[in-house]
């Protein structure tokens, strides 16, 4: 089933399928104004998405020629799909104005409200509460009825399952429901139809699943974004006002932004380039000598701004690093395929001096700290890159650590970083991605049982490996792979 899905969404980009499951919502929502199911009218919702569309888009390509950038269109229409999802939909002129200006502003923030190149607050909440503040619009939030949920709540699950951050919705949407209904039931209301009704009146699915886990606000660990859907839910929950502010989805969500920005602010660091060096004939190291030392842990990757020519999935990227935390070259292997995308070749033709700045570092596919506990590592192709920083750790600090590492090559023979693994005294197997089976495995490892497990690669890799060493019995199996958002 897992690797069903993964093979079925992997097909698409992350921002494809965002704009899919918000087209698919929109359209439903239209389909059923008509039949008269739910109230808005739907000449409105149609007359206000091209509104939005229209003032989105065009506000983007302003702003980015403005700043010289590459305009990230595809990120302005979810911008816009959400906003449309969130603004009475109407087509009186002021409320059409109030929609445009909110349309504005969300283009604006992204390019105004920034922090080392990555804009601190959701475009969409951010245009709604600003233009609501002014008296423009209201964040109506009018797809947040029993008749849209369930597939508001499809095109939730599938964003978070792809994103790997179903928890964290879980969190929003679970403390939501016992607060809100809670309040409810003390009221005199019987417990099951309380939490029932945040569930089908509350638009806290929508805002879990399309909004709160838009990667490029959330903080970098685990911890830091189950505390940022806490803070969300509280917000939104629990009521108050304050002047012109008051409890509303949208303040909740930017609330949550600046807890975000709060907990895992980090000083930029810029990496000069040192050199390349080829791994195989289909992949390449890329040297980095960071302008301060590169504070992170084993395991973990970073992003890359990188500016280059048209690109739908915009000027950064993610690269787990290769190296070791107490190496003072930064090294970032990576797949250089030919011809490439536009930033793999921007990368390729960098001259040594040129310098990229990252502008996150994050992750939380990290080794236990028991050294006790005996691995199996599972890579597949450049999916390797965790572990040979991992290993290379252990190999710095003089760790020996009982450590088996299954490589599934790319390309026939190919096992990158397999000096740096063997000089770890982890012992390399490959084996095809055919041969995930558990057979297979307690062949190669009879011990696999007593083992913890780490998949890193493409997904399906991932979904192979990680089903292979469940059935095998191995313990607690961790994965990792870029899921292209």
């Known amino acids: 089933m897992r690797a069903t899905i993964d093979a079925v969404t992997g097909r698409v980009s992350m921002y494809r399928l965002a704009t899919v499951s918000l087209v698919a919502v929109l359209a439903l929502g239209v389909v059923l104004a008509f039949l008269d199911i739910i109230g808005p009218d739907p000449y409105a919702i149609l ?10 888009l065009g506000a983007n390509e302003v702003a980015a020629r403005l700043a010289r950038v590459v305009p990230h269109r595809e990120s302005s229409v979810i911008t816009a799909l959400i906003i449309v999802c969130l603004v009475p939909p109407s087509l009186a002129t002021m409320a059409l104005v109030g929609a445009a200006t909110a349309s504005v502003i969300a283009a604006l923030s992204k390019y105004l409200i920034v922090w080392r190149g990555r804009h601190l607050l959701n475009p969409a909440a951010t245009g709604v509460l600003v233009a609501s503040l002014a008296g423009l619009t209201i964040g109506a939030w009018w797809i947040a009825t029993p008749a849209m949920l369930p597939v508001v709540a499809l095109g939730a699950l599938l964003l978070l399952d792809r994103t790997r951050r179903l928890d964290v919705g879980l969190v929003a949407i679970v403390l939501t429901v016992a607060i809100i209904g809670t309040r409810i039931t003390l009221t005199g209301a019987a417990p099951l139809d309380a939490y029932s009704s945040v569930l089908l009146l509350f638009p806290i699915v929508f805002l879990a699943g399309f909004m709160l886990t838009e990667p490029l606000t959330l903080p970098p660990r685990r911890w830091q974004q189950w505390l940022t859907a806490a803070v969300v839910a509280v917000v939104f929950s629990v009521p108050f006002s304050l002047g012109p502010l008051y409890t509303s989805p949208e303040l909740a969500l930017v609330v949550g932004n600046i807890v975000a920005f709060a907990v895992s602010r980090r000083p930029g660091v810029s990496l000069r380039l040192i050199g390349a060096a080829p791994l195989s004939p289909h ?96 890579a597949g192709g450049i999916g390797v890159t965790p572990f040979a920083s991992q290993l290379a750790e252990l190999t710095a600090r003089g760790e020996q650590r009982d450590v088996v590492v299954l490589v599934v090559p790319s390309n026939p023979g190919e096992v990158l970083y397999r000096d740096v693994l063997e000089a770890s005294g982890a012992r390399v197997i490959e084996v095809p991605l055919e041969g995930l089976t558990r057979d297979a495995l307690l062949e190669l490892i009879p011990d696999l049982a007593s083992r913890r497990g780490f998949v890193s690669g493409a997904p399906a890799v991932v979904s192979a490996g990680r089903a292979a060493l469940r059935a095998a019995g191995a313990k607690r199996v961790q994965t990792d792979y870029f899921v292209g958002y």
């Open 283 to 378: 992949a390449t190291e890329l040297r980095f000598e960071p302008s301060r030392p590169l504070r992170f842990e084993a395991g973990q990757y970073l992003e890359l701004h990188v500016p280059h020519g048209a690109d739908q999935r915009g000027m950064r990227r993610s690269f787990t690093i290769a190296s070791a935390p107490s190496d003072p070259i930064v090294r970032l292997g990576m797949r250089m395929p030919d011809p490439g995308s536009t930033l793999k070749r921007t990368l390729r033709e960098l001259e040594p001096g040129a310098r990229v700045a990252t502008t996150l570092i994050a992750g939380d596919f990290l080794l236990p700290r028991d050294r006790s506990i005996p691995l199996v590592l599972l």
């Open 47 to 56: 007359g206000t998405a091209g509104v939005v569309l229209v003032a989105t």
